[in-house]
């Protein structure tokens, strides 16, 4: 919420609190205040410039020749085989938790739905990156068909890969799931996605590491606390090996 200094001598002015001082800015406790509302104004408004910048978008000349597969690149289980051998047509992506609408989507809606290409550079932990072009929905325009509670503060990407016996897992705050260029990628380099590379849905949130980027995605989940999902840090590897839950780049 933006409070512009007009609203909160407003505010203060209805609610009694001015009593009879009319000379608000002479009067120093109240100038005070007012500076420090100021400071933090600024200080949110950048912060969220911050998050809502533009990662770098390239030119198909700078393409990877190479994109490697990293983690699970394969979630076998017998559902996920009997999806890939159906070409994923009974396969529904869910969306539910706090949401007004919870929705089971094909992927042949999510494939007709306005699509956003973005060559982009994805840069993994462990000390390799890769430029590739990635196709896919925005996810801003799945949650705004599901409608989100106004208590949602999280969405959680539910994968069909085990690690160790332990489901992938990862979330975003809602800065991130409405980010622009923050997509369910369908597509890959001009191709339908790889089971490699997370068919039939990966996530793709370009202002963050590798490990953010959840393949195999089956389910997305809107939620008000993180602490219940997985083991509680927010996705596997925060679970597991305790990395950054907020793997800003
Ligand atoms: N479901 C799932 N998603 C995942 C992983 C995984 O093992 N399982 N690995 C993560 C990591 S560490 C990276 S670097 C990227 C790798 O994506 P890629 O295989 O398309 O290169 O996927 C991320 N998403
Ligand atoms: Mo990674």
Redesign the pocket.
């Known amino acids: 919420m933006i409070v512009t200094r007009r609203k909160l001598i407003g505010g203060l002015a209805a609610g009694g609190l001015l009593g009879g001082c009319d000379r608000l800015g002479e009067s120093p406790p109240f100038r005070k205040i007012l500076f420090s509302a100021e400071q933090a104004h600024r200080f949110l408004q950048r912060a969220l410039t911050d998050r809502m910048a533009l990662a770098r978008e390239y030119r198909s000349d700078q393409m990877s020749p190479v994109f490697r597969t990293?983690?699970t690149n394969n979630p076998g289980t017998p559902d996920y085989q009997a999806h890939v051998d159906t070409g994923f047509t009974n396969w529904r992506l869910q969306v539910d938790g706090l949401v007004a609408r919870p929705l089971a989507l094909p992927l042949a809606e999510l494939r007709s739905m306005p699509t956003r290409v973005q060559i982009t550079r994805h840069d993994?932990?462990?000390g390799w990156s890769a430029i590739g072009k990635w196709h896919g929905v925005p996810l801003k325009l799945l949650l705004d068909l599901a409608g989100l509670r106004p208590s949602a503060r999280y969405i959680v990407f539910h994968c069909a890969d085990r690690i160790g016996g332990a489901p992938y897992y990862e979330s975003l705050d809602l800065v991130d799931a409405f980010h622009p260029q923050t997509i369910l990628a369908w597509g890959m380099n001009d191709r339908l996605l790889s089971v490699g590379h997370g068919a039939p849905v990966r996530l793709r949130v370009e202002r963050q590491?590798?490990?953010k980027h959840a393949k195999y995605v089956m389910r997305l989940e809107a939620v008000d606390d993180l602490r219940r999902a997985g083991r509680g840090k927010g996705g596997f590897w925060e679970d597991v090996a305790d990395y950054e839950w907020y793997a800003g780049i």
């Open positions: 990293n983690g993994c932990v462990e590491l590798g490990y």
